[in-house]
């Protein structure tokens, strides 16, 4: 039997406050672990505390290998003066700065957690990452989460080469502008097209072929990610024999989420979910999207019921071959 599964959580995450009306607010959490204590494996939950940046002493080290001194350095002194917009649909609260480091440390732990069980995962934090990107946040994200993870991966000596998958309805600008000149990182995004950031298109490839993105059409289903899946994301991610795989877990390709138009349902991830531990049990999985409350929590539910399932997870699976 798989042993319970390890979620790195604080209420702290809860303080970015984005304002009345924002789609990415501390609702979306709230509702996940309610859902999440309230369900059948409430009891196999293993509730983390994600480690204070400041006795990891590296958090800030990690973000800085990513994003620039300035953009660092401007987005604390927004948040010290109060907050406010770094753009149009991207804002700081008081609190952000402290809580966007703490993401990453949440993610960092989780990094540690994979390597050394071998078993899966999940990052419960906001604000999300992907399309943060050197020099700005956008798209609701201050520092880019899976990117900083994936370098951080490296540094560990069992670690040659890290796979991002990131099924966020949205393409991962971002993790894509901060991996795609590595090497030992390979990311692979499937999106809306078009949709925001207008990013993401199939002949974006990275510098060493490292990079696969899949448009789709909205209102695409299950139907349209299968084959997807089997002929080109886990020949393309296996092809790369990662030993720690990473999930941007978007779940905004919801039917029912209102920021875009792909109309999956919440069992749909469940099939994700056991794509990727079909190639590795070593996945970490990290909230991005998803703004519809129900369908959030269903979703997330979905995966981590996958995670529990003795037939999900091959315990001997270390890197694909």
């Given at each position: 039997?798989?042993?319970?599964?390890?979620?790195?959580?604080?209420?702290?995450?809860?303080?970015?406050?984005?304002?009345?009306?924002?789609?990415?607010?501390?609702g979306?959490?709230?509702?996940v672990?309610?859902a999440?204590?309230?369900?059948?494996?409430?009891?196999?939950?293993?509730?983390?505390s994600p480690?204070?940046?400041?006795?990891?002493g590296?958090v800030?080290?990690?973000?800085?290998?990513l994003?620039?001194?300035p953009?660092v350095?401007?987005?604390k002194?927004?948040?010290?003066?109060?907050?406010?917009?770094i753009?149009?649909?991207?804002v700081?609260?008081?609190d952000?700065?402290?809580?966007?480091?703490?993401?990453?440390?949440?993610?960092?732990?989780?990094?540690?957690q994979?390597?050394?069980?071998?078993?899966?995962?999940f990052?419960?934090?906001r604000p999300?990452?992907?399309?943060?990107?050197?020099?700005?946040g956008?798209?609701?994200?201050?520092f880019?989460?899976?990117?900083?993870?994936?370098h951080?991966?490296?540094?560990h000596?069992?670690?040659?080469?890290?796979?991002?998958?990131?099924?966020?309805?949205?393409?991962?600008?971002?993790?894509q502008?901060?991996?795609?000149?590595?090497?030992d990182?390979?990311?692979?995004?499937?999106?809306?097209?078009?949709?925001?950031?207008?990013?993401?298109?199939?002949?974006?490839?990275?510098?060493?072929?490292n990079i696969?993105?899949?448009p789709?059409?909205?209102g695409?289903t299950?139907?349209?990610y299968?084959?997807?899946?089997?002929?080109?994301?886990?020949p393309?991610?296996?092809?790369?024999?990662?030993d720690?795989?990473?999930?941007?877990?978007?779940y905004?390709?919801?039917?029912?989420d209102p920021?875009?138009g792909?109309?999956?349902?919440?069992e749909d991830y469940g099939?994700?979910?056991?794509?990727?531990l079909?190639?590795?049990s070593?996945?970490?999985?990290g909230?991005?999207?998803?703004?519809?409350?129900?369908?959030l929590?269903?979703?997330v539910?979905?995966t981590?019921?996958?995670?529990?399932?003795?037939?999900s997870?091959n315990s001997?699976?270390?890197?694909?071959?």
């Open positions: 039997m798989p042993g319970p599964i390890p979620i790195f959580y604080s209420d702290r995450f809860l303080s970015h406050n984005t304002g009345l009306g924002h789609p990415e607010n501390a979306r959490l709230t509702a672990v309610k999440l204590q309230s369900s059948s494996f409430a009891a196999q939950i293993d509730w983390r480690t204070e940046p400041a006795e990891r590296d800030l080290d990690w973000v800085h290998q994003h620039s001194q953009y350095a401007a987005l002194q927004l948040c010290d003066r109060g907050g406010g917009h753009d149009g649909d991207t700081a609260s008081a952000s700065y402290d809580v966007a480091l703490l993401a990453v440390s949440a993610w960092l732990d989780g990094v540690d994979v390597l050394t069980t071998h078993r899966p995962g990052v419960l934090s999300p990452g992907h399309h943060a990107v050197g020099d700005r956008m798209g609701f994200c201050l880019s989460n899976a990117a900083i993870a994936a951080y991966a490296l540094s000596p069992q670690v040659n080469r890290v796979a991002i998958l990131d099924w966020d309805v949205h393409h991962g600008n971002g993790t502008a901060l991996v795609e000149m590595n090497r990182i390979v990311y692979c995004s499937l999106h809306q097209s078009p949709c925001y950031p207008g990013t993401g298109s199939a002949d974006e490839t990275g510098f060493y072929d696969l993105n899949l789709v059409a909205p695409s299950l139907a349209d299968q084959p997807l899946f089997e002929t080109k994301v886990l393309f991610l296996q092809a790369a024999s990662p720690l795989l990473l999930v941007s877990a978007g905004d390709a919801n039917g029912n920021l875009a792909i109309k999956l349902k919440p099939y994700f979910t056991r794509a990727g079909s190639m590795t070593k996945v970490l999985f909230l991005e999207g998803g703004y519809h409350y129900a369908s929590s269903q979703s539910l979905e981590l019921s996958v995670c529990l399932k003795p037939s997870i001997q699976a270390q890197s694909p071959q």
